[in-house]
């Protein structure tokens, strides 16, 4: 080998330089790479059936089902909760499964818990030194039994990760079978669960209370993130049944109808929600002086059980004090309650009718509210929504209490009728009920600025944010942002992308109906964000690739300017070459108002699109007959977002007289 390398190299060596042929050219081109534009296609992956390339439910879309009974006690003496749970879990899929996987999420108010590890101990998602969790009697499984014999429980192995439980079936459970799970648990509630659920004194909000089968689907199988705080939830649904015993004193309010009105108030109460339910009007159905006289309850000693019953949501909470007034009015059968202790009232005896007024402009503008009732819980979490269910504290005025109230109920829709995986794409509900909310908010208090204004506070943040680099791309889990911008990326940033999309790239009208058909397409169904984008493309009838890539995907600033801008008057006309200039990655429409020499002005509005054939420069030439500009400006009204506009104006130099 070492004599052929010698001899190829004396070949080579030997050769005059005159007779070397020519270098092959490259047969390839070395500059070529893919199309990395902002205006390049989005891929969303093949439709396999379960979903359709038009963003719809596809004619093999399936989701599993979970039915609960519950019997539940509160001991104010232990400050906890007991429960005998029945779980009956269908599986819908083509798959067989094994086991399943619970949501045990008290358990992360355990010591030692990954929730105390991710998030200090005092902050609003922190465990505040509580260490709490579930202690199971029994995990089993009912066993079917042939010809009416008595159904056999075999006890079930489990294994405890962090918030998830692993439960392993006595059997595999086949494609269209239903497994039983009974189990029976207590914890100790904690005064502060992360500020979702919890208890102030006599009051208790119980969230997140019992153990829920998590969503098995085509996207991620098992989805087994666990609880941490920030991100929420994702769940299946079902029916409930709901049993809760209580001191005798007490008030419930539950997500599910109430079942047992007669048993647990006097007749006086019953006749007043009888009357609620047709009135648009607000009715005490238990007042402050009958707290205090005793009136407001059937009887003083022992326990009394309240019954609820809710058909297809996907979870049940409760709340219990007692000395919660409650208020009622109703939208369309559907009642909007308010519960709220005397040193509440002040503000909260509005709050039934803050809550229809909610319920009505949602439904009016989006989707019909499917369920018997929506209720407003005064106590000490912040704002949290479940279904049927807002809890917020009392708030410093009228203005700030409806905002959180009619943020809470929008929550309704989004993510409790369009069931997305808040624990994953938190921006699916947070940022579209932030954006809904902009229109209730102007509908209860005109006088502080119509929808467009407050839309106009929410770019002015995001603006500020995107000067100071602070800002993050919104798709991304919510537990890995930092608390401090959650509020921003989660909620604001997104409510402005779709602000933009319907006033500035859309059109309402177009709009509005593809975010209605998205609602109604995915109501009780569980879309991913690429279902949202096709949809809404699919019924707007316009590609918004470069939309989704720039305001949802990726992170590009904006900032439009102008390169250069040529003014040439022959006779009576002057005509106007504008270069505008695109100084950012991302792109959005042309808004451009020319305010002339005779004073009029002149707007010129270009759609994002001229941008993509050259993403940095846009020129257009104007004719004016008899008038000149003075002035040209960018985004005057400030409806675009914009980084810099310091360099949105162009002003005529000064007219030099000889």
């Given amino acids: 080998m070492r004599l052929i390398r010698l001899i190829a190299l004396a070949a080579v060596t030997a050769a005059p330089l005159a007779a070397q042929a020519p270098a092959a050219p490259p047969k390839f081109d ?24 038009s963003g719809a439910p596809g004619a093999r879309y399936w989701q599993n089902r979970a039915d609960y009974d519950i019997k539940t006690t509160l001991d104010t003496t232990t400050k906890s909760v007991s429960a005998d749970e029945t779980l009956r879990y269908t599986n819908n899929s083509p798959d067989t499964l094994t086991f399943v996987w619970l949501q045990t999420e008290q358990n992360a108010f355990r010591a030692n818990s990954l929730n105390g590890y991710i998030f200090p101990e005092n902050s609003r998602f922190g465990a505040r030194g509580f260490q709490g969790g579930y202690t199971f009697s029994r995990i089993e499984q009912v066993m079917p039994a042939a010809g009416g014999a008595k159904p056999a429980r075999k006890a079930l192995v489990t294994r405890e990760n962090e918030t998830m439980t692993k439960v392993n079936l006595a059997e595999p459970l086949a494609p269209g079978r239903t497994a039983v799970i ?37 996207i991620r199988g098992w989805n087994i993130e666990p609880y941490l705080g920030q991100g929420e939830f994702y769940l299946e649904y079902g029916d409930f049944s709901l049993a809760i015993t209580v001191p005798a004193g007490y008030i419930v309010a539950s997500t599910g109808a109430l079942e047992n009105a007669k048993e647990v108030l006097p007749p006086p109460m019953v006749a007043r929600l009888a009357e609620a339910a047709k009135s648009d009007k607000v009715v005490r159905i238990i007042t402050a002086e009958e707290l205090a006289s005793g009136a407001a309850r059937p009887k003083h000693d022992g326990t009394i059980t309240w019954k609820f019953k809710a058909k297809n949501v996907r979870d049940a909470v409760w709340a ?39 319920i009505q402009e949602y439904s009016e503008r989006w989707f019909p509210y499917p369920w018997p009732h929506i209720s407003a819980i005064e106590g000490p979490i912040s704002g949290m929504e479940y279904p049927m269910i807002a809890m917020e504290d009392q708030s410093r005025t009228a203005q700030e209490l409806y905002n959180v109230v009619t943020h809470e109920i929008g929550h309704m829709w989004f993510p409790m009728i369009v069931g997305s995986n808040e624990r994953v794409y938190m921006w699916q509900d947070e940022g579209f009920n932030t954006f809904i909310n902009t229109f209730s908010e102007a509908r209860r208090f005109p006088a502080e600025g119509d929808q467009m204004r ?6 002015s943040m995001i603006e500020g944010l995107m000067r100071a680099n602070r800002d993050e791309p919104i798709n991304v889990g919510p ?24 006033q500035e790239i859309l059109g ?57 801008v040529r003014v040439n008057t022959r006779g009576d006309t002057t005509t106007v070459d504008v270069a505008y200039a695109n100084r950012a990655r991302g792109v959005l429409p042309i808004r451009a108002r ?33 008038k000149k500009p003075v002035k040209i400006e960018l985004d005057p009204e400030h409806r675009l977002v914009d980084t810099d506009r310091s360099n949105n104006v162009w002003n005529a130099p000064p007219t030099i007289v000889p």
Avoid: C
């Fill in 30 to 53: 070395k500059t070529g790479v893919a199309d990395t534009s902002i205006f390049a296609p989005m891929l969303f992956g093949t439709p396999s059936g379960t979903r359709t390339a």
């Fill in 182 to 218: 009974e189990m029976a648990y207590k914890f100790p509630v904690p005064e502060h669960g992360a500020d979702r659920m919890g208890r102030d004194g006599s009051l208790y909000e119980i969230a997140q209370w019992y153990p829920r089968v998590a969503v098995y689907d085509e």
């Fill in 320 to 358: 219990a004090a007692p000395d919660y007034q409650w208020d009622a009015s109703s939208y369309k059968g559907a009642y909007a309650f308010a519960y709220y202790r005397p040193n509440a009232a002040k503000l909260w005896q509005d709050a039934a009718d803050m809550s229809r007024m909610s």
């Fill in 454 to 459: 407050r839309a106009l506070g929410e770019r």
């Fill in 479 to 502: 537990d890995r942002i930092n608390p401090m911008f959650l509020g921003f990326q989660a909620y604001v940033k997104p409510s402005v992308g779709l602000q933009l999309l319907r």
């Fill in 508 to 564: 309402p009208e177009a709009f509005d109906d593809a975010f209605r058909t998205y609602t109604a397409r995915w109501a009780f169904k569980h879309p991913t964000p690429a279902d949202f984008f096709r949809t809404m493309e699919d019924a707007s009838g316009r590609r918004l690739d470069w939309f989704w890539r720039e305001w949802f995907i990726e992170n590009p600033h904006f900032d439009q300017a102008f390169d250069d």
């Fill in 594 to 626: 020319f305010t002339l020499s005779d004073g009029t002005t002149q707007d010129f509005n270009y759609p994002a699109e001229v941008w993509s054939t050259n993403t940095v420069q846009y020129r257009r030439q104007y004719k004016f007959a008899g």
